[in-house]
């Protein structure tokens, strides 16, 4: 999948993904999308989601709160109020410790919230999208706040490309248990 570099192709890549990752979790039977991923999931790859996200909801709840993340970030500086993307006092170093707070958070969550919790989140944050221009979005220096990156890149980050993350993760459950 090629990163999106226009507003079309971010809502087209944004939607499809998004798609794709529900078309795959309702092709889930109920309890493949209840169970909890296997232990070789710990061990997938270097990176700490591998042995952070337990289950399903864990991966959908992580999408939500990165969705909140990019809306309260937008929402806020279109008001005039500096705000950097990662809350305090993370940033793109610390950003793991963030991710397990947001873990945290949701392990009473059910998945059937955390369904509906994802999907208003998309629309969400896809309504906010198609209120900026193409430039808005993806011209550099479009708006001061992004710093050296553009708002769409950072829409990318927080739906095709993390959806794009999903899909693979929930693959790789469903193999696994399939394997069994």
């Known amino acids: 999948m090629a990163r999106a570099t226009t507003k079309t192709d971010l809502i087209t890549a944004a939607d499809g993904q998004f798609g794709k990752m529900w078309k795959l979790i309702d092709g889930m039977s109920d309890a493949l999308?209840?169970?909890?991923f296997s232990s070789d999931f710990a061990v997938a790859g270097k990176?700490?989601?591998w042995s952070r996200d337990k289950n399903l909801r864990d991966v959908l709840v992580h999408l939500y709160e990165w969705h909140q993340l990019l809306i309260s970030w937008i929402t806020t500086n279109r008001k005039g109020e500096a705000k950097p993307f990662l809350?305090?006092?993370y940033n793109w170093k610390t950003y793991p410790a963030m991710n397990i707070e947001f873990w945290k958070k949701h392990q009473q969550t059910p998945l059937i919230d955390a369904k509906k919790m994802l999907c208003e989140s998309h629309k969400q944050v896809m309504a906010l999208i198609d209120t900026f221009s193409n430039d808005e979005l993806f011209a550099k220096g479009a708006f001061g706040w992004?710093?050296?990156s553009t708002l769409g890149a950072y829409c990318v980050s927080a739906t095709a490309s993390h959806y794009d993350w999903a899909i693979k993760k929930i693959k790789l459950h469903v193999k696994s248990l399939h394997s069994k």
């Not at 999308?33 to 909890?36: I, L, P, S, V």
């Open 33 to 36: 999308q209840n169970a909890a």
């Open 47 to 49: 990176e700490a989601h």
């Open 87 to 89: 809350p305090d006092p």
């Open 146 to 148: 992004t710093g050296t």
